[in-house]
């Protein structure tokens, strides 16, 4: 026996090698010449089959989620009831003066939305608790997102994501995901200006009108595009071109201002209900604490008498949504809430259960760096090896399931339908994408044709500018080895 293990040991390293080898081949094509692949496939019971740089680190983008929302399984307990306690809520201020004032107050809670079609979490039902309370004028609406330090974009975060929804601030006040709709249509004449407007919702911006209408038979494509600069965020700047003709172009655009944006939507609610405002809005934040270790949740209490509150969904429906959707948002807002269960409630709070949850796997502390909860963050790193070990430690947990049914499935769903259809892996992978400049990124579980479940995590980083996406490449290498193991 003596002999026999290594020489065992010996033929495992080298089939191990041999399918890397044969990976790394199909990964390294003259087309993607430049790019830093990392891939590391297990088996179930954490024996590794093809580990292509696995201790490398490398940019995550949204594979970062994977951490968060398995903090949050672990930390949380039980999502598939609804908590009252995080339900955004309503309260009355009487003083001296002839009108009460109205606490709007954030609870965290990611799904609350003002929709004209609006069924459930309404800001609407809000508005009707105040009439039905017998209020027919308010002083001013404050409204309150003090649950959570404010800290709107994490580090890292680029500039030029902040004015689109993949970059919305970070609220615990946040209706419609912090975002607001602009419809782009041409002009009534060739080289007029194209016509902006809100697709609803109060006109929260000055809009700078850059759209130019060319005409229909042109060369170009129809090309819209928002930004907004750091020292002028209450003002918008869209610009591009529309043809003559054409279709609308509808933008999603971050609102800047969280809190000030709620209390804006629920004073546009009360005045169509009859309700005048007459001091308008104001905002309440809570400031940062930096380097606090001391730091615990914000328990002031607030003034005035709850009138109403809202019941959101069931967290575990937010977190299917939040990975299949990829939803930077809702997973910076997880990240805030899983950090109220130890801490304040803070970015670094939430980051700190992540790290005990990995320290718990035993994870090298070398072996990643997060800066924030979705990925965004261009400072966060991971190596494909710790990746699949947070993977295979996930099965072992009750919530195993749960969390491996939150994740796209090839070319069925989310983020992936669109991928594997017409392969042998359509239907069969389950896997959290993630993506920015120069990044692709694949980690889950796929059913290989053996019919056994394998883990993996793979990674192109620094792909080439003039480089085609990495995705098709990517996948491919995945059919292969689901079709051979």
Same mark, same amino acid.
């Given at each position: 026996?003596?002999?026999?293990?290594?020489?065992?040991?010996?033929?495992?390293?080298?089939?191990?090698?041999?399918?890397?080898?044969?990976?790394?081949?199909?990964?390294?094509?003259?087309?993607?010449?430049?790019?830093?692949?990392?891939?590391?496939?297990?088996?179930?019971?954490?024996?590794?089959?093809?580990?292509?740089?696995?201790?490398?680190?490398?940019?995550?983008?949204?594979? @970062?989620?994977?951490?968060?929302?398995?903090?949050?399984?672990?930390?949380?307990?039980?999502?598939?009831?609804?908590?009252?306690?995080?339900?955004?809520?309503?309260?009355?201020?009487?003083?001296?003066?002839?009108?009460?004032?109205?606490?709007?107050?954030?609870?965290?809670?990611?799904?609350?939305?003002?929709?004209?079609?609006?069924? /459930?979490?309404?800001?609407?039902?809000?508005?009707?608790?105040?009439?039905?309370?017998?209020?027919?004028?308010?002083?001013?609406?404050?409204? *309150?997102?003090?649950?959570?330090?404010?800290?709107?974009?994490?580090?890292?975060?680029? /500039?030029?994501?902040?004015?689109?929804?993949?970059?919305?601030?970070?609220?615990?006040?946040?209706?419609?995901?912090?975002?607001?709709?602009?419809?782009?249509?041409?002009?009534?004449?060739?080289?007029?200006?194209?016509?902006?407007?809100?697709?609803?919702?109060?006109?929260?911006?000055?809009?700078?009108?850059?759209? *130019?209408?060319?005409?229909?038979?042109?060369?170009?494509?129809?090309?819209?595009?928002?930004?907004?600069?750091?020292?002028?965020?209450?003002?918008?700047?869209?610009?591009?071109?529309?043809?003559?003709?054409?279709?609308?172009?509808?933008?999603?655009?971050?609102?800047?201002?969280?809190?000030?944006?709620?209390?804006?939507?629920?004073?546009?609610?009360?005045?169509?209900?009859?309700?005048?405002?007459?001091?308008?809005?104001?905002?309440?934040?809570?400031?940062?604490?930096?380097?606090?270790?001391?730091?615990?949740?914000? @328990?002031?209490?607030?003034?005035?008498?709850?009138?109403?509150?809202?019941?959101?969904?069931?967290?575990?429906?937010?977190?299917?949504?939040?990975?299949?959707?990829?939803?930077?948002?809702?997973?910076?807002?997880?990240?805030?809430?899983?950090?109220?269960?130890?801490? *304040?409630?803070?970015?670094?709070?939430?980051?700190?259960?992540?790290?005990?949850?990995?320290?718990?796997?035993?994870?090298?502390?070398?072996?990643?760096?997060?800066?924030?909860?979705?990925?965004?963050?261009?400072?966060?790193?991971?190596?494909?090896?710790?990746?699949?070990?947070?993977?295979?430690?996930?099965?072992?947990?009750?919530?195993? /399931?749960?969390?491996?049914?939150?994740?796209?499935?090839?070319?069925?769903?989310?983020?992936?339908?669109?991928?594997?259809?017409?392969?042998?892996?359509?239907?069969?992978?389950?896997?959290? @994408?993630?993506?920015?400049?120069?990044?692709?990124?694949?980690?889950?579980?796929?059913?290989?044709?053996?019919?056994?479940?394998?883990?993996?995590?793979?990674?192109?980083?620094?792909?080439?500018?003039?480089?085609?996406?990495?995705?098709?490449?990517?996948?491919?290498?995945?059919?292969?080895?689901?079709?051979?193991?």
């Amino acid at each position: 026996m003596r002999v026999i293990l290594p020489v065992l040991a010996a033929l495992a390293l080298s089939a191990c090698a041999s399918l890397s080898d044969r990976a790394a081949a199909s990964l390294n094509s003259q087309t993607l010449k430049g790019v830093h692949w990392g891939l590391v496939v297990t088996t179930l019971e954490g024996r590794e089959l093809i580990a292509i740089n696995p201790d490398d680190r490398f940019l995550p983008a949204s594979n @970062t989620k994977l951490f968060t929302v398995a903090a949050a399984f672990h930390t949380l307990g039980d999502m598939t009831r609804a908590d009252p306690a995080f339900g955004t809520s309503i309260r009355l201020i009487t003083g001296e003066g002839e009108s009460p004032s109205l606490f709007l107050v954030g609870a965290g809670d990611p799904t609350l939305i003002d929709a004209d079609d609006c069924q /459930q979490n309404c800001l609407s039902d809000l508005a009707n608790a105040v009439l039905l309370n017998g209020v027919r004028e308010v002083e001013t609406v404050i409204a *309150d997102e003090t649950l959570y330090p404010r800290e709107p974009w994490p580090p890292g975060w680029n /500039q030029d994501d902040m004015v689109t929804r993949s970059g919305a601030p970070v609220s615990a006040l946040t209706v419609n995901s912090n975002e607001l709709g602009l419809i782009v249509r041409a002009g009534a004449d060739v080289g007029m200006p194209g016509e902006i407007t809100y697709r609803e919702g109060p006109e929260l911006y000055d809009i700078n009108n850059h759209v *130019d209408t060319i005409p229909a038979d042109s060369k170009l494509e129809t090309y819209v595009i928002a930004e907004r600069f750091p020292d002028e965020p209450d003002d918008i700047r869209v610009f591009g071109r529309i043809k003559a003709n054409s279709q609308p172009v509808n933008l999603s655009v971050s609102v800047h201002d969280t809190a000030w944006a709620a209390g804006m939507r629920l004073k546009l609610l009360l005045e169509s209900r009859g309700i005048p405002v007459t001091d308008g809005v104001e905002a309440r934040y809570r400031p940062l604490k930096i380097f606090d270790d001391t730091a615990t949740a914000f @328990t002031s209490p607030r003034p005035g008498i709850e009138i109403a509150r809202l019941v959101p969904r069931p967290l575990i429906e937010d977190v299917t949504f939040l990975m299949k959707q990829s939803h930077n948002l809702h997973a910076e807002l997880l990240l805030r809430r899983v950090g109220l269960v130890h801490g *304040d409630g803070s970015r670094e709070a939430g980051l700190k259960q992540v790290e005990t949850t990995l320290t718990e796997i035993g994870a090298p502390r070398w072996s990643w760096d997060f800066f924030d909860g979705s990925g965004m963050s261009t400072y966060n790193r991971v190596t494909p090896r710790t990746v699949a070990q947070l993977l295979r430690w996930t099965t072992h947990q009750p919530w195993g /399931q749960d969390f491996r049914d939150t994740l796209p499935i090839g070319g069925v769903d989310g983020t992936l339908r669109r991928r594997f259809t017409g392969t042998s892996l359509e239907g069969r992978v389950f896997a959290k @994408t993630g993506t920015l400049m120069g990044t692709n990124a694949l980690s889950g579980f796929l059913t290989a044709k053996s019919g056994k479940t394998l883990i993996f995590s793979a990674y192109a980083n620094d792909r080439p500018s003039g480089a085609p996406p990495a995705i098709d490449t990517l996948d491919a290498a995945l059919v292969t080895i689901a079709e051979t193991n």
